[in-house]
Protein backbone atom coordinates (compact mmCIF):
# COMPACT_ATOMS: atom_id res chain seq x y z
CA UNK A 1 0.00 0.00 0.00
CA UNK A 2 0.78 3.74 -0.28
CA UNK A 3 2.99 4.93 2.07
CA UNK A 4 2.97 8.05 4.37
CA UNK A 5 6.06 9.25 6.26
CA UNK A 6 4.98 12.10 9.56
CA UNK A 7 7.99 13.38 11.32
CA UNK A 8 9.05 14.01 14.14
CA UNK A 9 7.93 11.10 16.26
CA UNK A 10 8.24 12.45 19.41
CA UNK A 11 8.66 16.13 20.53
CA UNK A 12 9.15 18.15 23.77
CA UNK A 13 8.54 21.45 23.55
CA UNK A 14 8.64 24.62 26.31
CA UNK A 15 5.33 26.20 26.75
CA UNK A 16 4.45 28.62 24.63
CA UNK A 17 6.90 27.91 22.13
CA UNK A 18 5.60 26.51 18.60
CA UNK A 19 5.98 22.88 17.16
CA UNK A 20 6.15 21.87 13.01
CA UNK A 21 5.25 18.36 12.18
CA UNK A 22 5.37 17.37 8.74
CA UNK A 23 3.65 14.77 6.48
CA UNK A 24 4.56 13.30 3.29
CA UNK A 25 3.40 11.11 0.43
CA UNK A 26 6.73 8.88 -0.57
CA UNK A 27 5.01 7.30 -3.77
CA UNK A 28 1.37 9.09 -4.65
CA UNK A 29 0.51 12.61 -5.01
CA UNK A 30 -1.68 13.52 -2.53
CA UNK A 31 -4.71 16.98 -3.13
CA UNK A 32 -5.82 16.02 0.18
CA UNK A 33 -4.71 15.13 3.94
CA UNK A 34 -6.24 14.72 6.67
CA UNK A 35 -4.45 15.66 10.43
CA UNK A 36 -5.92 14.29 13.21
CA UNK A 37 -5.43 14.18 17.37
CA UNK A 38 -6.00 11.53 19.53
CA UNK A 39 -5.87 11.71 23.19
CA UNK A 40 -5.09 8.17 25.57
CA UNK A 41 -7.67 5.55 25.40
CA UNK A 42 -9.62 7.84 22.79
CA UNK A 43 -10.22 7.15 19.17
CA UNK A 44 -8.84 9.69 16.26
CA UNK A 45 -10.74 13.12 15.78
CA UNK A 46 -10.35 14.88 12.98
CA UNK A 47 -8.43 18.65 13.37
CA UNK A 48 -8.37 19.55 9.72
CA UNK A 49 -8.85 18.89 5.79
CA UNK A 50 -5.38 20.47 4.38
CA UNK A 51 -5.83 20.88 0.67
CA UNK A 52 -2.91 21.18 -1.78
CA UNK A 53 -2.48 25.12 -3.01
CA UNK A 54 -5.72 26.32 -1.41
CA UNK A 55 -6.51 26.86 2.58
CA UNK A 56 -7.10 23.91 4.74
CA UNK A 57 -11.20 23.44 6.05
CA UNK A 58 -11.01 23.09 10.10
CA UNK A 59 -13.39 21.25 12.19
CA UNK A 60 -15.56 22.80 14.70
CA UNK A 61 -13.89 23.67 17.52
CA UNK A 62 -10.53 23.81 16.49
CA UNK A 63 -8.74 27.06 16.21
CA UNK A 64 -7.20 28.06 12.93
CA UNK A 65 -4.63 30.43 14.42
CA UNK A 66 -3.55 27.90 16.52
CA UNK A 67 -2.93 25.16 14.27
CA UNK A 68 -1.31 26.30 11.60
CA UNK A 69 -1.86 23.68 8.33
CA UNK A 70 0.44 24.23 4.91
CA UNK A 71 -0.12 22.06 2.27
CA UNK A 72 2.47 23.45 -0.42
CA UNK A 73 2.75 20.68 -2.45
CA UNK A 74 1.19 17.36 -2.99
CA UNK A 75 3.40 15.55 -1.13
CA UNK A 76 4.07 17.74 1.73
CA UNK A 77 1.61 18.94 4.37
CA UNK A 78 2.52 20.52 7.33
CA UNK A 79 0.92 21.35 10.81
CA UNK A 80 2.27 23.38 13.23
CA UNK A 81 1.26 23.90 17.01
CA UNK A 82 1.50 27.96 17.49
CA UNK A 83 2.37 28.82 21.64
CA UNK A 84 1.98 25.54 22.44
CA UNK A 85 0.44 24.12 26.10
CA UNK A 86 0.32 21.75 27.72
CA UNK A 87 -2.94 20.81 27.21
CA UNK A 88 -1.93 20.85 23.59
CA UNK A 89 -0.06 17.35 23.98
CA UNK A 90 -1.27 14.68 22.22
CA UNK A 91 -0.72 12.11 19.75
CA UNK A 92 -1.01 13.94 16.04
CA UNK A 93 -1.56 11.73 13.18
CA UNK A 94 -1.98 12.50 9.76
CA UNK A 95 -3.54 10.75 6.75
CA UNK A 96 -3.62 11.25 2.82
CA UNK A 97 -5.81 9.24 0.50
CA UNK A 98 -4.49 8.03 -3.11
CA UNK A 99 -7.29 9.10 -5.42
CA UNK A 100 -9.79 6.58 -3.66
CA UNK A 101 -11.34 6.15 -0.31
CA UNK A 102 -8.40 4.28 1.29
CA UNK A 103 -6.47 6.30 4.20
CA UNK A 104 -3.14 5.76 4.64
CA UNK A 105 -1.38 7.00 7.90
CA UNK A 106 1.74 8.53 9.19
CA UNK A 107 3.41 6.86 12.34
CA UNK A 108 1.88 9.56 14.12
CA UNK A 109 3.54 12.47 16.30
CA UNK A 110 3.62 12.71 20.04
CA UNK A 111 3.77 16.30 21.22
CA UNK A 112 4.33 16.93 24.82
CA UNK A 113 4.44 20.45 26.16
CA UNK A 114 6.57 20.82 29.64
CA UNK B 1 -25.32 14.27 16.44
CA UNK B 2 -23.54 11.95 14.48
CA UNK B 3 -22.24 9.03 16.72
CA UNK B 4 -19.85 6.07 16.27
CA UNK B 5 -19.94 3.10 18.88
CA UNK B 6 -17.99 0.17 18.95
CA UNK B 7 -19.84 -1.59 21.72
CA UNK B 8 -16.93 -3.34 23.27
CA UNK B 9 -14.53 -1.14 24.65
CA UNK B 10 -12.20 -4.73 25.33
CA UNK B 11 -12.61 -7.68 24.39
CA UNK B 12 -10.54 -11.08 25.37
CA UNK B 13 -10.39 -14.13 23.27
CA UNK B 14 -8.59 -17.38 23.56
CA UNK B 15 -6.55 -18.16 20.70
CA UNK B 16 -7.83 -20.11 17.73
CA UNK B 17 -11.29 -18.81 18.76
CA UNK B 18 -13.04 -16.37 16.14
CA UNK B 19 -12.84 -12.48 17.44
CA UNK B 20 -16.42 -10.10 16.75
CA UNK B 21 -16.28 -6.39 16.67
CA UNK B 22 -19.41 -4.40 16.36
CA UNK B 23 -20.01 -0.77 14.89
CA UNK B 24 -22.93 0.93 15.25
CA UNK B 25 -23.78 4.63 14.13
CA UNK B 26 -26.74 7.15 14.39
CA UNK B 27 -27.62 9.63 12.56
CA UNK B 28 -25.15 8.71 9.75
CA UNK B 29 -25.12 7.46 5.77
CA UNK B 30 -21.88 6.68 4.60
CA UNK B 31 -21.08 5.80 1.34
CA UNK B 32 -18.40 3.54 2.89
CA UNK B 33 -17.16 1.95 6.17
CA UNK B 34 -13.70 0.76 6.72
CA UNK B 35 -12.17 -1.13 9.80
CA UNK B 36 -8.27 -0.23 10.86
CA UNK B 37 -5.98 -1.82 13.55
CA UNK B 38 -3.93 0.45 15.88
CA UNK B 39 -1.01 -0.30 17.56
CA UNK B 40 0.21 1.47 21.03
CA UNK B 41 1.83 4.46 19.66
CA UNK B 42 1.13 3.66 15.82
CA UNK B 43 -0.92 5.17 13.49
CA UNK B 44 -4.04 3.46 11.96
CA UNK B 45 -3.34 0.78 9.63
CA UNK B 46 -5.79 -0.11 6.93
CA UNK B 47 -7.54 -3.30 6.87
CA UNK B 48 -10.83 -3.32 4.92
CA UNK B 49 -13.07 -1.04 3.12
CA UNK B 50 -17.03 -2.01 2.31
CA UNK B 51 -19.36 0.24 0.36
CA UNK B 52 -22.97 0.87 1.29
CA UNK B 53 -24.38 -1.62 -1.40
CA UNK B 54 -22.13 -4.81 -0.31
CA UNK B 55 -23.47 -7.00 2.43
CA UNK B 56 -19.75 -9.10 3.19
CA UNK B 57 -16.22 -8.62 2.29
CA UNK B 58 -13.73 -11.20 3.29
CA UNK B 59 -9.78 -10.76 2.99
CA UNK B 60 -7.60 -13.90 4.30
CA UNK B 61 -9.08 -14.23 8.05
CA UNK B 62 -10.67 -11.56 7.79
CA UNK B 63 -14.83 -11.11 7.14
CA UNK B 64 -16.67 -7.81 7.39
CA UNK B 65 -20.56 -6.96 6.76
CA UNK B 66 -22.23 -3.95 6.58
CA UNK B 67 -26.23 -3.69 7.05
CA UNK B 68 -27.30 -0.19 6.07
CA UNK B 69 -30.59 -1.16 7.55
CA UNK B 70 -29.51 -1.64 11.14
CA UNK B 71 -26.67 0.60 10.70
CA UNK B 72 -24.24 -1.95 11.84
CA UNK B 73 -20.98 -3.32 11.01
CA UNK B 74 -19.36 -6.52 12.33
CA UNK B 75 -15.92 -7.22 12.21
CA UNK B 76 -14.64 -10.93 12.19
CA UNK B 77 -11.40 -12.20 12.63
CA UNK B 78 -11.02 -16.32 12.54
CA UNK B 79 -8.25 -18.42 13.79
CA UNK B 80 -6.93 -15.71 15.92
CA UNK B 81 -3.42 -15.12 16.71
CA UNK B 82 -1.98 -13.33 19.70
CA UNK B 83 -0.23 -11.04 16.72
CA UNK B 84 -4.00 -9.63 16.62
CA UNK B 85 -4.01 -8.34 19.86
CA UNK B 86 -4.54 -4.45 18.92
CA UNK B 87 -7.18 -2.01 19.04
CA UNK B 88 -9.65 -1.91 16.48
CA UNK B 89 -11.20 1.16 14.57
CA UNK B 90 -13.72 1.10 12.37
CA UNK B 91 -14.53 4.71 10.69
CA UNK B 92 -16.95 5.95 7.98
CA UNK B 93 -16.82 7.95 5.08
CA UNK B 94 -19.28 9.95 2.71
CA UNK B 95 -16.74 11.06 -0.16
CA UNK B 96 -14.13 9.95 -2.01
CA UNK B 97 -11.42 11.81 -0.38
CA UNK B 98 -10.44 9.78 2.66
CA UNK B 99 -11.92 12.28 5.52
CA UNK B 100 -12.95 9.32 8.04
CA UNK B 101 -15.01 10.05 11.16
CA UNK B 102 -13.64 7.32 13.44
CA UNK B 103 -15.82 4.93 16.43
CA UNK B 104 -14.31 4.65 19.79
CA UNK B 105 -12.06 1.77 18.42
CA UNK B 106 -12.21 -1.67 20.45
CA UNK B 107 -8.68 -3.44 22.45
CA UNK B 108 -8.68 -6.74 21.56
CA UNK B 109 -6.63 -8.76 23.68
CA UNK B 110 -5.98 -12.97 22.33
CA UNK B 111 -4.13 -15.15 24.56
CA UNK B 112 -2.61 -18.51 24.68
Known amino acids: GAVVSQHPSRVICKSGTSVKIECRSLDFQATTMFWYRQFPKQSLMLMATSNEGSKATYEQGVEKDKFLINHASLTLSTLTVTSAHPEDSSFYIC??????????FGQGTRLTVV | SQKIEQNSEALNIQEGKTATLTCNYTNYSPAYLQWYRQDPGRGPVFLLLIRENEKEKRKERLKVTFDTTLKQSLFHITASQPADSATYLC???????????FGTGTRLQVTL
Open chain 2, 91 to 101: ALGTGTASKLT
Open chain 1, 95 to 104: SAGDRGRKAF
